[in-house]
């Protein structure tokens, strides 16, 4: 039963998908042991383990209630009040950078409102589900790979909890940070999380913001960005085309500015998003080995020497490095510093 996030979401109409993850969150919930569904209540399981692995490039704890604040985290506002929501301390591997204390909810805590506000908006809700293991690799990728970020203005989509977008404000000397997600309960998690860890973030302008790939952008967005990042946001075909103009549109037009994108091939789904990118008139440039400690981890859970995430599927979860610029990518200065350049 393979219905979790978006790992299903390019083969059926979204809303259908929303009902599926819907039911799957109830019956997780409330079947009891004996029941009829008890056997897929174990497939869940499995399938829960499996989305919640992680490369761990970026390492993080779950912090109680009680959490006093002993860590060195300067935290503006600790907890959400809801009783669905947690903290999780992410330690980012930078030393001048402070870790964070993202809210997030219980993994797969989803319920109706929810699904009416993703019908509402057009929009899923997977960024609700988890932090995906391809944020997880962006926000240590771009932590790296600090010096590209260096005085630009910069943008994610799709964020999720927006850990990426937090580290990059934290940790790197962008300008500017704005954090967005085309799910406005989404971007209330990140608004929580900008304003609990903004005393990281020094004199950078860090900011949240509902972006739709399909609504009209305000002018003063037009061009303005440097960089753009995104992980795990090209599963969903029916936004492809919504999701490339948006990052032609936001980019500024120059050989020096460049998206940064994450994602798994998940079937023909990438490649599709890809040919969307040319015939807009973009370059893109997909690069499989980034980072020597993300490649190792990979080939690890590949092997099965690593047994801490069965049944890994690299199709569906070893997110590809993808390069997306208006001139050749593997010319554009501001690109140079990456691997595989
Ligand atoms: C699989 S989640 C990835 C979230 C996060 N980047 C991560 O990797 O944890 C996809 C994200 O894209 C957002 N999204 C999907 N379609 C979108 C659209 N048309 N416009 C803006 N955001 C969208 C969802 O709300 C969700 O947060």
Known sequence: MEREGPRSAS?????????????????????????????????????SRRTSSHFNMIPRHFIS????????????????????????????????????????????EVDLK????????????????????????????CLKNKDIFSGKKVIELGSGYGLAGLAIAAGTDAREVVISDGNPQVVDYLQLNIDTNIRSFGDKKVKAMTLHWDQKLDSCMLSSFDAIVASDCTFFKEFHEALALTVKSLLKNSERSTAILLSPRRGDSLDKFLVKVEEIGMRSEVVENYDPAVWQRHLMFLSGEDKSWPNYDEDHFYPLLVKLSFGDPTEAPFLQTLPGN
């Open 11 to 47: 083969s059926a109409p979204p809303s259908s998908l929303r009902w599926e993850i819907l039911r799957g969150a109830f019956l997780a919930r409330s079947t009891p042991p004996s029941s009829p569904h008890a056997s897929s209540q174990v497939d869940r399981k499995i399938i």
């Open 65 to 108: 209630e009680n959490f006093s604040g002993a860590l060195d985290v300067p935290l503006e506002v600790r907890h959400s009040d809801s009783k669905r929501d947690i903290s999780v301390l992410y330690k980012l591997p930078v030393m001048t950078a402070h870790s964070l204390v993202l809210t997030q909810r219980m993994e797969n």
């Open 114 to 141: 929810d699904f009416e506000i993703s019908n509402q908006f057009n929009i899923d809700n997977t960024g609700l589900l988890c932090c995906w293991p391809s944020e997880d690799i962006l926000a240590h990728f």
